[in-house]
Each structure stands twice: as structure tokens, then as C-alpha cells.
């Protein structure tokens, strides 16, 4: 009986021994992490950021987004991206500079006379409410023989005024929207599938007017 439990207290000790040993621990298979880790490229969209670069040019200065997209242009000519010159491409773009400026420049000196017109009528206005509706003797409105006149004429001209300088806050905004498109639409590519179909359709159609189906089109895109 006592080597039966002796037997037993060293079954349970070597027991115990065992179940206390450290696990090995399994080391990371680094050839398949490093495949983990190799993944494709982030996409970069060309077109948005030229896009970007050509509209804050153009709020900065008028026409410098359009001068961004002609060097695009070059850029490209020089390294044969595309062929030929674009001498047309070029053209256009040169033509949306000078449009721009010319048209700035017609604003600007629309803006400027009115201004000038409205404060001369507002000008005799003051000085006849002020001498009993008398006309200034250093002025030449005197062919105005009533106020109300001159106070139309006030008003059309800063009408006028506040249309142009509508007029050119929307010139600067169509600015920096043109070179924005331009340069988004120069990366915007569409492949040679795409196609188009269009063929002679039926559809079903209510008992309203006495017919089933009715003729129609049926457009089809191959994409």
C-alpha cells in the first residue's frame, strides 16, 4: 500500500511538472506577412488634382489656369504623348485668355463711367434740394428742368453699375470654372467600346386609346 501511493504522489508531481513548462511559441511565417504587405499602388487620379492646380491658379489671377492648361498641353506635344502640334488646342486656349481680359477690361471701364454718371446726377441732386431746386451754375445739367428726371437717371445709372459688377464677379467665377473643366476633361478618357445603337422598339402600352403597344426607339450603350 505504501509504494501504491508513492507511485501515485510521483504520477502527480511529474503531472504537474509537465503542465507547467512553457509552450514553444510559433514563430510568424515572415514570407507570407511580407505578401500580406505587398498590395497594388494607391490610384491616382491625374485629372482631379490638374483640375485642382488649374482652379486655384485662376482665383488667384484671371487666365492664370488657362496659361496652367496650355503648359499642360505643351507638355505633353513634348513628350509625345499625343501627336502633332494642337496649334488649334492652342489657339482656343490663347483665345479664352484674351476673351477674359477683354471682357475684364470692357467691365471695368463700363463699371467706372457709370459710377462717374450716377455721382454727377447725384451731385445736382444734393445741390438743388439744398437751393430750392435751382441747378448747379458750375454744372451741366441744366437742361434737367425738374428733379424727377434726375433721379431716374441717377437710379438707371447705378442700376447699371451694380449690373456690371455682377457682371464681373461672374466673369471671375467662369474663369476659374473653365480651367477647372478643361483640366479635368484633358485626363477624361473614353475607350474606343463605348458604342452607341439605336433601333426601332415597341412597348407595352394601356387599352386607353384602343392599342396594345406603341412604336418606340430603343437606345442601346455598349460600354
Do not use: C, W
Amino acid at each position: 500500500m505504501r509504494y501504491l501511493l508513492v507511485a501515485i504522489f510521483m504520477l502527480m508531481a511529474f503531472t504537474q511538472v509537465k503542465a507547467q513548462q512553457p509552450v514553444g511559441v510559433k514563430k510568424p511565417d515572415t514570407a507570407t506577412s511580407k505578401l500580406d504587405t505587398l498590395s497594388a499602388p494607391p490610384y491616382i487620379n491625374e485629372g482631379k488634382i490638374a483640375a485642382r492646380k488649374a482652379f486655384h491658379r485662376s482665383l488667384i489671377f484671371p487666365g492664370l489656369g488657362q496659361m496652367y492648361n496650355y503648359g499642360l498641353v505643351v507638355k505633353d506635344i513634348q513628350s509625345g504623348a499625343v501627336k502633332g502640334k494642337k496649334v488649334a488646342q492652342k489657339l482656343y486656349i490663347i483665345g479664352k485668355i484674351g476673351a477674359i481680359y477683354a471682357g475684364g477690361t470692357m467691365l471695368v471701364l463700363s463699371y467706372g463711367e457709370n459710377r462717374h454718371q450716377y455721382k454727377r446726377f447725384l451731385g445736382e441732386l444734393q445741390y438743388r434740394a439744398e437751393h430750392n431746386g435751382l441747378p448747379d451754375p458750375d454744372g451741366d445739367l441744366s437742361q434737367y428742368t425738374n428733379t424727377e428726371a434726375l433721379t431716374v437717371a441717377k437710379n438707371i445709372f447705378k442700376r447699371n453699375s451694380q449690373v456690371v459688377l455682377i457682371s464681373l464677379v461672374g466673369l471671375y467665377g467662369l474663369n476659374a470654372l473653365d480651367a477647372y473643366v478643361t483640366a479635368r476633361l484633358k485626363f477624361f478618357n473614353i475607350d474606343r467600346s463605348l458604342g452607341m445603337k439605336v433601333a426601332p422598339s415597341f412597348i407595352n402600352s394601356n387599352s386607353m386609346y384602343g392599342f396594345n403597344t406603341v412604336p418606340s426607339l430603343k437606345l442601346t450603350f455598349r460600354l
